[in-house]
Every structure is written in C-alpha cells, then in structure tokens.
C-alpha cells in the first residue's frame, strides 16, 4: 500500500482514499507486506465492500464512514480477535456519542444499533504471516445516507461529523478502549448489550433456535434458553431480536 499523503494521529497512520474495492481487503494485503500496527484505511466509497454472510456494503461516496484498522498481534497482548472487535464496537459508540449526542448498542455479536435497527456493521479478519500475526476491523457506520431498512446518524440529529471527523473520534476513543484488558473490555461490551434479556431468533447453519438470551460468555459466545429450557451456546449465528409476546 502507498502510505504518500497518510497522516499520522497519536499512535495511528490514517490513509484516506477516495475509493477503493474493500479497506478490509486492502489491510489485509499490507499486513502481509509488513504495514504496522496500527495503519488506518478509510475510504470515501467502497466497490466491493462486504459485510457479514458475504453480505455487500455499499454507499454513496462521502456519505459514511468505511474504514479498517490494523492490529498486530504481539502488540496487544491479552486481547484475542473477538475482542478487538469489541473495541471498535465500543469505540463507534463513544465516537457517535461525542460528537452527535446519539447513543447506540450493539446486537450481538458486533452490529449497532439506533433505536432496534441496524446502523453499522464491525468485520473482522485475522491471519499470520512471516511479519508476525494481526487482526484487520473493518467498519461501516451511516452517517448521511441508509439502505432500506438500516439508519443512519441523520435520522437521528442533524449534528452530522464528516466521516473523517468521526473517524478521528473513533481513534481517540480506541486509544481509551484498548488499555482495558479483556475482563473489563467484556464487562463494558455487556453495558452495551442490548441483546441480553431478549427473546430472539438465531439462525445458525444447523437452522434455527428461538429462545431467551441469557449470557454471553468471556469467550464470546451467546448463551441462548430456548422454548424446551434447553440450553444453546452460539459461536456464531445471525440473531434477530423479536419482541416480547402481548399478554
């Protein structure tokens, strides 16, 4: 990746670009060419972003913030995949917070919400290569525009930051996230939860539980009671919250 023009923000390099396939896709071809920990890719528009379920994410261009985030292993000791993505789930929230007022939770295992509809999605992809391990976060958050279906930060005020304002808040929020540790990173996740104490719908390859959530455990995993009282623990699974039955 050609870094000419990256500006460096504390500990972060950010490099802006008015397009590109994927940043994920992008991160994850420097990580395998040495890029740092720590290297930030944003993008005004994506071609082939992806979401989760190979799921496309696409918006027009300026209107969202489309960024990835390297993380090298050894340079954060303690802290696993799962919970770097937290980290950024975490930080989004007190990024939007801080520079709108607007507060979001997250739907398990990493979406976030804005009053129960999606408004940004964290992916994650991880390897090892000869220059040691990482983890690239990828995150997609509307701010001016949403498909159907999905919010944007506009629905709710019309304090708009540039996706590049934000980005910055995201950062300065990591730089406080990351020093938690993972005990108190999950504690903190589950403050935001808004999954926990829902009946919901997880759809999994084995097909579909519908149930109680209940928990999720340190090691991510969404504890799930279903109708039977029988109990469920999910590594992954698409999870649609349902609303309680009338009386």
């Not at 395998?32 to 989760?52: E, K, M, N, T, Y």
């Not at 209107?63 to 050894?74: A, K, Y």
């Not at 789930?89 to 507060?103: P, Q």
């Amino acid at each position: 990746m050609d870094l000419a023009g990256a500006n460096q923000l504390g500990r972060w390099l950010v490099k802006s670009v008015a397009e590109t396939g994927s940043t994920n896709t992008d991160l994850v071809a420097a990580a395998h060419s040495g890029a740092p920990d720590g290297l930030v890719l944003r993008a005004d528009h994506q071609i082939a972003g992806r979401g989760r379920r190979d799921r496309t994410w696409e918006a027009p261009s300026g209107q969202n913030l489309l960024v990835s985030i390297l993380f090298r292993t050894g340079e954060h000791p303690g802290l696993t995949p799962g919970d770097l993505v937290r980290c950024v789930s975490l930080a989004a929230i007190v990024a939007c917070r801080s520079t709108t007022g607007v507060e979001l939770v997250i739907k398990w295992p990493n979406d976030l919400l804005l009053d129960g509809t999606k408004i940004a999605g964290v992916l994650a992809q991880s390897g090892a290569t000869t220059h040691g391990g990482f983890t690239v976060v990828g995150l997609g958050l509307n701010i001016g525009w949403s498909p159907p279906g999905a919010a944007s930060l506009r629905d709710a005020t019309a304090r708009l930051p540039s996706p590049h304002d934000l980005c910055a808040a995201l950062l300065g929020a990591l730089d406080a996230v990351l020093p938690l540790g993972s005990e108190a990173l999950h504690d903190e996740y589950c403050t935001h939860l808004a999954t926990i104490g829902n009946r919901v719908r997880a759809i999994t390859d084995a097909g579909e539980i519908t149930g109680h959530a209940v928990a999720v455990e340190r090691d991510g995993r969404l504890v799930v009671l279903d109708e039977c009282a029988i109990t469920h623990r999910l590594d992954t699974a698409e999870v649609v919250h349902l609303r309680a039955a009338s009386p």
